[in-house]
């Protein structure tokens, strides 16, 4: 089958690869034009850019996705595989493939449609997650779905760890799909759209951590923020507010803490919440890089602190 790859970010790159290793055809790859990135702000090409590159395929990089619509008529393709591309596909061109275009979405459709799915089924407290394929319509992520996997959710996994795994299974699952588009051996199912759960962009605030919440739901929002956008804490020291990205903790149900308060028993860092003390690992200061939280606290030469 002549393909067409759509997508931009590192966990796309597991899904290119496989079908790149595939009996498929590859034609082009689609990705985000390149951005700006890392602290000096360099123009950098996106993971599927440069991973695309170093396999000699041809890249499209618009900054709209309707200036390749013609590139698009004319190349043919059979359909379009998906996976996080990062713009909406009008109607128009959602028509040009015969077998349409077919995303890799990282949830169990109709939960957690939107941008951020392993985000929030962290945040939440899924146990099960999965990926979905499906044929994408003029909806958001309401298209019929083509094929599906489920996974256990480890209850000390961070987004990062859950969408690398993922990742990798997503792009067996898209390479069983097409193979099975290809042979006409597969029917989409409509989704069921009132049971749809969705999930918002992550947001700065959503990072936030409030320590009056209980421990369990202190813990699940730090690991699915981890590591973008980074949990974060404010704090103050005397007079001075502060914040401090955190890693994710350990929940101790043998202690309990005034929610804020900041306690240092033997070599370990406590912070009271609404149920039981959390412990911080590792820390990261404004301007700084992760540290052990023991010498974070050596370093503030007081025991004045207090989060909130």
């Known amino acids: 089958m002549k393909l067409v790859f759509a997508g931009t970010p590192e966990v796309a790159v597991p899904s290119l690869a496989t079908l790149l290793d595939s009996e498929h055809e590859v034609l082009a790859v689609i990705a985000q034009p390149p951005a700006k990135s890392g602290r000096g702000r360099e123009v950098r090409p996106s ?10 395929i041809e890249i499209l990089h618009p900054d709209s996705i309707k200036e390749i619509a013609s590139v698009l008529i004319d190349l043919k393709p059979d359909a379009i595989p998906v996976v996080a591309y990062g713009q909406l596909i009008p109607q128009s061109m959602l028509d040009i493939p015969p077998l349409g275009w077919i995303n890799v979405h990282f949830s169990l459709l109709p939960d957690w449609r939107g941008a951020a799915p392993v985000q929030h089924s962290i945040w939440h407290g899924d ?8 044929r994408i319509d003029a909806g958001m992520d309401s298209g019929p779905v083509l094929g599906h996997l489920t996974q256990p959710i480890d209850p000390k996994a961070t987004s990062g760890e859950l969408l690398t795994s993922l990742a990798n299974a997503g792009a067996q699952l898209l390479k069983v799909t097409i193979d099975a588009l290809e042979a006409g051996e597969i029917t989409a199912v409509p989704q069921q759209h009132d049971l749809a759960t969705f999930a918002p962009k992550i947001t700065k605030l959503d990072a936030l951590i409030d320590w009056r919440s209980p421990a369990i739901e202190i813990d699940r929002r730090i690991r699915a923020m981890t590591p973008k956008p980074g949990a974060w804490t404010r704090f103050t020291v005397g007079d001075a507010e502060q914040s401090l990205v955190l890693a994710p903790v350990s929940i101790d149900r043998d202690v309990q803490l005034e929610p804020g308060t900041l306690s240092v028993e033997g070599r370990r860092v406590l912070v009271g919440s609404a149920t039981y003390a959390l412990e911080l690992t590792h820390v990261k200061p404004a301007g700084k890089k992760f540290m052990n939280s023991m010498d974070w606290v050596r370093g503030l030469r007081t025991e004045v602190v207090r989060f909130f």
């Open 47 to 56: 993971p599927v850019q440069e991973f695309a590159r170093d396999q000699g």
């Open 127 to 134: 146990s099960i997650t999965g990926a979905t394929t499906f």
